[in-house]
């Protein structure tokens, strides 16, 4: 399987640090990252090819302290990867939708970042 994809953001772990230090609860910046996930899932849907619309039904975001991540494929729906990564024994084109949503995500995923701490910022006084 390929290596994982997806955008990096510079300084996450220092200002997730920072926050915790200041004693900002860690729920509320898994807030501020469930934002940045759901959006990337929000985005990623429309890329996902479909037949059945299972597949594309699998995106959907997860909330974690210090990192958005979406996921795609579960149970019965095993066939994200070479759906993402192509199967060329079986003559599956990669789809390449996790590529073009961290090229959206890279542009969007800093403005979210940056209003959700914004906002935990200015609710603990911290601006």
């Known amino acids: 399987m390929a290596a994982n994809t997806g955008v990096y953001v510079q300084g996450l ?9 200041a004693g ?6 898994k ?7 759901d959006r990337a899932a929000t985005v990623m849907r429309p890329f996902i090819p479909t037949r059945t619309g299972a597949l594309r039904a699998t995106a959907h975001g997860n909330r974690a302290k210090g990192k958005a991540v979406v996921t795609i494929g579960r149970g ?3 066939y994200a990867g070479p759906i993402n990564y192509g199967w060329p024994k079986r003559s599956i084109r990669a789809a390449k939708f996790t590529d073009k949503t961290d090229d959206v995500m ?22």
Do not use: F, Q
């Open 13 to 21: 772990r220092e200002i997730t640090r920072a926050m915790e230090k």
């Open 24 to 29: 900002v609860d860690v729920e509320e910046l």
């Open 31 to 37: 807030d501020a990252m469930g934002a940045v996930s």
């Open 76 to 78: 019965r729906v095993k």
């Open 106 to 127: 890279s542009k969007e995923a800093p403005r979210i970042l940056e209003e959700g701490w914004n906002k935990i910022a200015e609710r603990h006084g911290l601006t």
